[in-house]
């Protein structure tokens, strides 16, 4: 049996609280000496054996092919999903240096919703009844909202591609949907799409349920689990409000046994993985698969090409072994020696016995326009009383402290024997990290059922929300 081989000098590009529990589980793991971070943020450089390269433009292929080789990184791990759409992954991968994210191709599993119900449907995996529109079928995409409305459970608009501004639109009926999909088919920025007859908007009959992300780490045919989540993606208390990119999250998840993880992967991820593989872009990297557990069972609502912010926040402390080298055997084509040393049977990675709960602070605004350079205050205290912190948006306010810089601004996180106390670790951390205008969510880590019947705003904001 050979063993993993443990990467030394590891860089993680991206900046947010994702990239930062990445870079602290990773330097923090036996062997590291160094985990480059870029461009990271303000805090992430102070970790043990962490350093930021700030002046890395992430977007730029050329840039962190750059950065990996004079940092002599044996492993380069992709956070964000901007980079793996500019090519990052591809750049890296031609340049001989091992890289865990996928190519700009397989990426498109999440970068256009239209190729992931495609390449679902072709896998046999169960996704909700969709139809793909382009720019000028505008009639015809009415028409067929106005077939899923008359079934009285609503629809969903989305909008295919990556666009800033990203919209996600749970609608009520056609008049909620139409303003949606005008917008829709006039944006997108998945560079396919701007082909004739390309697809710029999905409409998707509507889903109840609650949702979970499973998250694999994959090496392009095989795939191991990483401990299942549950984000809370609207702002307020309770699932109410606009959608977000996520307001918190905790694992496990109490309502799923304790084998679900592995289970899903062999029933999501593995034939997603083998379709991608067939067409000839095999998927190497974080495959993330929002699931909603409806009463017919488990349905796919999304791939992400990425760990889940902020579910890596919870996620990554919850592992009892090193990652990285699970990522560089993965990164190198080859889980194999990583797979013979789980446990017999087992496809998901060995979590330590407990629970994590992560509350994010967002700044006054968000989902909109974030206020920005307050000063933050209780982040050593929170340390103090034992939960980690995550930075995304912030700023180094001179001597010592922080400011807000952004949308989601941290991720505080709580851990426990069980989701109970972890919680209220979480709680205690997160009602002393404090500035003006902060806005949280109370009730992460409790079960929430969702409301039924009740939609967020049309053209509500999602992942394009920071
Ligand atoms: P997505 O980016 O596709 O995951 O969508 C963002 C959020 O919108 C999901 O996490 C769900 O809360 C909601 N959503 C997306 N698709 C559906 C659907 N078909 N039915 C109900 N809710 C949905
Ligand atoms: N938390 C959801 C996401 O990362 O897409």
Redesign the pocket.
Known sequence: MSLPIMPTRILVVGGGA?EHALAWKLAGEPGVNEVAVAPGNAAIGTEPRVRTLREVDALIPAAVVAAAQGHASELVVIGPEAPLEAGVADALTEAGIPVFGPSRAAARIETSKAFCHDVAAAAGVRMAASRAFAAGELEAALAYAATLAGSGSGLVVKADGLAAGKGVAVCDDVAAAEDALVRALRQTADPMARLPGAPRVVIEERLFGREI?VIAVTDGHRGVALPVAR?H?RLGDGDRGPNT??MG?YSPVPDLPDDAGARLLAEFHLPILAELARRGTPFRGFL?A?LILTDDGPVLL?C?A??????AQVILPRLAGPLGPVLLAAARGDLGPVLERLPADSLSLPTMPGAAVGIVLAAEGYPGTPKRGQTIGGLDEAVRLGCLVFHAGTLARPPNGYATNGGRVLTVVGRGDDLASARALAERGAETVTWDGVQRRHDIGIDVDPVAGESAPAVAI??GAR
Not at 306 to 311: A, K, N
């Open positions: 994702r992300s984000d993606k990119g996520g999250a993330y929002g999304e992400n990425r760990l889940g912010d902020p579910e999602t992942g």
